[in-house]
DNA sequence: TCTGGGGTCCTAGGACCC
DNA sequence: TCTGGGGTCCTAGGACCC
């Protein structure tokens, strides 16, 4: 740990409904809530105004409708004038140091040691963390923040919660410890509801209380992890540093719907939308991701997760919605769905070619003749017969493998195509349920592998 | 009229490899 | 004919953060 208060935190107050007020002046003075506004909506940010009634982040926005008063302003989030404001705010924090670390639209960390300051004393950085303020409110029109500085940064993040809002806070060196000991628990950076419940059982209310439990018992019940981090915070002991810069691991777009959705086709036609968006992320962010995972929440809350990995990645929204797709249809969904969400992980920077790059190579067109299957859309109805293999060989450009599709072979029965090229088709088996069936490569004309039944749907 | 949407990290078990 | 261990990858779920 530190030995001066050089970590500073920097939290911008109310954010989403301060720079409403900023831009609207018949808000100010009155409570603002924004978030979602429909019935299934959630407080993003409550204005101090609206505080005072008991409206909080993360309360349904029914709740909050009901507590607070006639003449709220229930407001939908406008995130571009947010990233305007932060990137102001930033700006200035990398004017004050570059080592600044990001962790939200309105909070972020900045390491004072590269900063330019006659000493790191803690008068000193009053001083400057004054004239950042002024600043702030001077750039952004109006906007305040609060800020902590200690000599680590679960500190720094608790002293820029001590004075909200518009408050400064430096925890001088040696005082961490009697900071903390009498503050809840969830005031440590990991602590969330589960943990605090657990904690309970032991009668743990306070980090003082916490500090009793032996490095060995929290170890054997939050596991080695977890158990460590608990006990070396607890008494403030905190060597993290600045991340500084960090590239994404995952893409993922969610949408809850305002009523369960019961019909497969309306939750494909989702899928499809989604996995759109997903994919136009991925290929901003210049990524192909390996993995393709899905996620539904069911009308009682719960939450299940498929994922599939291939060796091809890819960034292509119609072999990520079919992929969704056929991750959505090995589950049984009886009770309806509530939110549907798809994500892509896994990334590297380039498509790569090789044995399982399906997309069509000059080796493939110049050694393999031209074999269509029927598309999708010549799939039969549910509930009729097998499609006629006669149409496999029709010479539309449109009648090719498509991923997705359901296969059958004599010898490995049930399986869908996961990729295909104009010389091969790759087919895993009895997927896409864990364990994962086995893969088996055909050039595109072998009569073994045929297009199976459609899956019906109720 | 309960509970958003974007992420990160960890755990645990099985497969597989050495 | 008794029984290794470590490492990595994949998958599912869960906790947590803003």
């Known amino acids: 740990m530190r030995s001066d208060p050089s970590i500073l935190h920097v939290d911008l107050d109310a954010f989403f409904a301060s720079v409403e007020q900023r831009d609207k002046p018949s808000l100010r003075g009155r409570p603002v809530v924004v978030g979602g506004t429909g019935m299934r909506g959630v407080v993003s940010t409550a204005s101090y105004e609206a505080r005072v009634y008991g409206a909080r982040s993360a309360m349904s926005t029914a709740e909050a409708r009901a507590i607070c008063p006639a003449g709220t302003a229930f407001l939908s989030p406008r995130f571009e004038a947010y990233r305007k404001s932060s990137l102001v705010v930033m700006d200035l924090l990398r004017e004050l140091s570059p080592l600044v670390e990001q962790v939200s639209i309105d909070e972020a960390y900045v390491d004072l040691r590269g900063a330019d300051l006659e000493d790191l004393e803690v008068d000193t950085v009053r001083k400057r963390l004054e004239r950042l303020d002024a600043d702030i409110r001077e750039a952004t029109g109006g906007l305040t923040a609060s800020a902590g500085a200690a000599t680590s940064k679960m500190l720094a993040k608790i002293g820029s919660d001590l004075d909200k809002p518009n408050g400064i806070t430096i925890v001088a060196p040696g005082e961490e410890e009697s900071v903390l000991e009498p503050m809840s628990v969830r005031a440590i950076s990991g602590v969330g509801p589960a943990t605090a419940a657990r904690l309970r059982t032991f009668g743990v209310e306070t980090v003082g209380d916490l500090r009793r439990m032996t490095d060995t018992d929290l170890v054997s019940v939050f596991g080695e992890r977890h158990g460590r981090s608990l006990f070396a915070l607890a008494r403030a002991r905190d060597d993290r540093?600045?991340?500084?810069?960090?590239?994404?691991?995952?893409?993922?777009?969610?949408?809850?719907?305002?009523?369960?959705?019961?019909?497969?086709?309306?939750l494909h036609r989702e899928i499809e939308r989604i996995a759109e968006s997903v994919g136009a992320r991925a290929e901003k962010a210049g990524v192909f991701g390996r993995t393709v995972h899905l996620k539904v929440r069911l009308p009682d809350f719960t939450a299940l997760t498929r994922s599939f990995t291939t060796t091809s990645p890819t960034r292509d929204a119609d072999v990520i919605a079919r992929t969704a797709t056929r991750l959505l249809d090995g589950l049984d969904l009886p009770q309806?769905?509530?939110?549907?969400?798809?994500?892509?992980?896994?990334?590297?920077?380039?498509?790569?070619?090789?044995?399982?790059?399906?997309?069509?190579?000059?080796?493939?067109?110049?050694?393999?003749?031209?074999?269509?299957?029927?598309?999708?859309?010549?799939?039969?109805?549910?509930?009729?017969?097998?499609?006629?293999?006669?149409?496999?060989?029709?010479?539309?450009?449109?009648?090719?493998?498509?991923?997705?599709?359901?296969?059958?072979?004599?010898?490995?029965?049930?399986?869908?195509?996961?990729?295909?090229?104009?010389?091969?088709?790759?087919?895993?088996?009895?997927?896409?349920?864990?364990?994962?069936?086995?893969?088996?490569?055909?050039?595109?004309?072998?009569?073994?592998?045929?297009?199976?039944?459609?899956?019906?749907?109720?």
């Open 241 to 266: 540093e600045l991340t500084l810069s960090r590239e994404a691991k995952s893409i993922s777009n969610e949408e809850t719907f305002e009523r369960d959705v019961h019909e497969r086709h309306v």
């Open 336 to 458: 309806g769905v509530r939110l549907l969400g798809v994500g892509l992980s896994g990334f590297v920077a380039h498509a790569q070619t090789g044995l399982f790059d399906l997309e069509t190579s000059a080796d493939d067109e110049t050694e393999y003749p031209e074999v269509f299957a029927p598309s999708p859309q010549d799939e039969p109805a549910p509930g009729s017969d097998a499609i006629d293999l006669s149409t496999r060989f029709s010479p539309s450009p449109e009648r090719r493998w498509r991923t997705g599709m359901d296969v059958h072979h004599p010898d490995h029965g049930n399986g869908w195509v996961w990729g295909s090229g104009r010389s091969r088709v790759t087919v895993r088996f009895e997927g896409p349920t864990t364990p994962p069936g086995p893969v088996h490569t055909f050039a595109v004309d072998d009569e073994a592998l045929s297009p199976a039944e459609a899956p019906s749907w109720t």
